[in-house]
């Protein structure tokens, strides 16, 4: 079992910046990729960003240039760093940890932090 708590949402500006940080606690022994996905009304859930443990990373195209996933292991940490926000980014953004116990890959999410950008 993994348990995710996400921080760093709120309210900002247009153009401002955020950080979010996603701390990993229980079976992190077998944590793999993590990543951040975000989700808007009437919308399905979509991927923002991804990085394995190595650092090996992946971004959506509309963050690419603005948005900065990265993690410490020592911290079983992931953050992400939001720059030059925009109101089409508002949204509830998601921690997601992918663990491979064994053979099979289980994935899970955190609750979910709101980000906020206003015109």
């Known amino acids: 079992q993994v348990q995710l708590v996400e921080s760093g949402g709120g309210l900002v500006q247009a153009g401002g910046s955020l950080r979010l940080s996603c701390a990993a606690s229980?079976?992190?022994?077998?944590?793999?990729?993590m990543g951040w996905y975000r989700q808007t009304p009437g919308n399905q859930r979509e991927l923002v960003a991804t990085?394995?443990?190595?650092?090996?990373?992946n971004y959506a195209d509309s963050v690419k240039g603005r948005f900065t996933i990265s993690r410490d292991n020592t911290k079983n940490t992931v953050y992400l760093q939001m720059n030059s926000l925009a109101p089409e980014d508002t949204a509830v953004y998601y921690c997601?940890?992918?663990?491979?116990?064994?053979?099979?890959?289980?994935?899970?999410w955190g609750q979910g932090t709101q980000v906020t950008v206003s015109s």
């Open positions: 990085i394995s443990r190595g650092g090996s990373t």
């Open positions: 229980g079976s992190t022994s077998s944590l793999n990729v």
């Open positions: 997601k940890a992918q663990i491979m116990p064994s053979i099979k890959v289980y994935d899970y």
